[in-house]
Nanobody
Framework: QVQLVESGGGLVQAGGSLRLSCAAS????????MGWLRQAPGKERELVAA???????NSADSVKGRFTISRDNAKNTVYLQMNSLKPEDTAIYYC????????????WGQGTQVTVSS
């Protein structure tokens, strides 16, 4: 049974930092590209950042220079370091996994709330 368990969300003031973690189990971690996606109230879910098993990354323009995705294949864990947070970053953040050769995310975590106050 595949499980993705996020942690690290919370309430932070604008300009602050948070680090999200996602621990994966029940899958061959190195076969999966891992992503962080978010959904704000009334908005569509969007990809924040993704990282391949080899460490190649991509991120949304809105977070470039502020957010960094990384992974530790030995620990089956993916991270999202979020700096210089803005109120518009407020959302539920989801960890997700897709096979390296697949377009769609197959497995999802339960989500963690990030709230940035102004």
């Amino acid at each position: 049974q595949v499980q993705l368990v996020e942690s690290g969300g919370g309430l932070v003031q604008a300009g602050g930092s948070l680090r999200l973690s996602c621990a994966a189990s029940g899958l061959t971690f190195t076969s999966y590209t891992m992503g962080w996606l978010r959904q704000a109230p009334g908005k569509e879910r969007e990809l924040v950042a993704a990282i391949t098993s080899g460490g190649s990354t991509n991120s949304a323009d809105s977070v470039k220079g502020r957010f960094t995705i990384s992974r530790d294949n030995a620990k089956n864990t993916v991270y999202l370091q979020m700096n210089s947070l803005k109120p518009e970053d407020t959302a539920i953040y989801y960890c997700a996994a897709r096979l390296w050769n697949s377009a769609g995310y197959r497995y999802w975590g339960q989500g963690t709330q990030v709230t940035v106050s102004s």
